[in-house]
């Protein structure tokens, strides 16, 4: 049943997207529903498109879970907190309460890079409500009670204090106050990374239906600098915990988390500016042009859109579903699954030391590395465990030959 993993992640992320990006365009801002529902599916597509690594984002579950599937949990949790704030009904107000409780649960005990992102939105969205004087804000208390005491039990877990002393130990990690410091430096340069053509070609493509959205909504878009300068910090989040853990930005697991935080913040920052910008300029008594674009402008996009696809050297990995659908057409895939059912029915059969061979088909999807030819490899040891075995070695058919003799 290990294939459902990859179906649910790929389900629940744009799904989460999806639920935030709706509550952001029509709870927050009031915008008609057919500019909504273009926003949410535009920015679902990105999120799963251009995941950063699908390879540990999807179909490797371990990392998935951890990852993408606590960020998706975390994303749903933010949609009730900002629900909270703007939603009516007592039924509704119940199942939103309810529900932000489960999520502190989740977001709040789950991978550093979102439990710290989580706690910090909270915060942000708990301050907003008492500012603004909203009554509804003592709503977000049950979510906050809960939240804290889960991230404190997640961070100052025993396994964690060993892991901080064994890495620093090895010239690893940092200091926390360094740490925080220097992930505004490590956000600058990941913002290249993140954002590459294809990002800016999805932006453009979204300005005209933000355009025409933000022209018929009430909202005032006040202070732009202070979102950008608070996403900006929102974002550097993500980079903290790798750098205080490991020393560095983190693995494509944690960077996956980071990136659909940046990649929604991008979003959220468009509708914004350009909302700023048209009340800008209705002001001053400029008129905004309003008629629907022409269809040539989507042509010309989608072309854009394929040259940028057709330039891209490594397209397997920075597009998903061509991912998936190359190493399934070059039959990449297929002669993997059969090279580990093969191993497998060895290691069932085998008896004592071991010796298998390694993979010839190695699709970057699936798979996420081999065993060693050395038995006391951490990887060899921990399958050699599973499987009953002495030792599990794994070499060529020539090499255990010439090692025999």
Known sequence: FYFLGPLFLILILPLSVMVLMRRITRGIFGADRVSAFALQTLAAATAVMLIHSSQAGFFWYNSGIHYVGIHSFLLLTASAWIGLLTEQGRLKTALLVIGSMIGAVLAGGGNFVSTLQGLLLLLSVTAFGILKRRRRTVLLLPSLLLYIPAFYQNVSAPGNDRRSVILRGSGLGMEPFPAIVRSFPEAFVYMGRFAGLITVAVLVAAAPVIWQMVGKVSFRFRCPGLLLAWSFCLYATGFTPSLYSLGHAGLGRTLNAVKLTFQILLFVNEIYWLGWLRQRRERKGRKSASGEVPLLFYVGMGL?????????????????????YYYVHTGEANEFHKEYLARVEALVQGEGDVVVRPYHFRPWLLCVGDLSPDKNAEENRAMAAWYDLDSIVCIEDGAAQDDAE
């Open 304 to 324: 854009l859109m394929l040259g940028i696809f057709s330039q891209e050297k490594n397209q397997a990995g920075t597009y998903a579903s061509y991912g998936a």
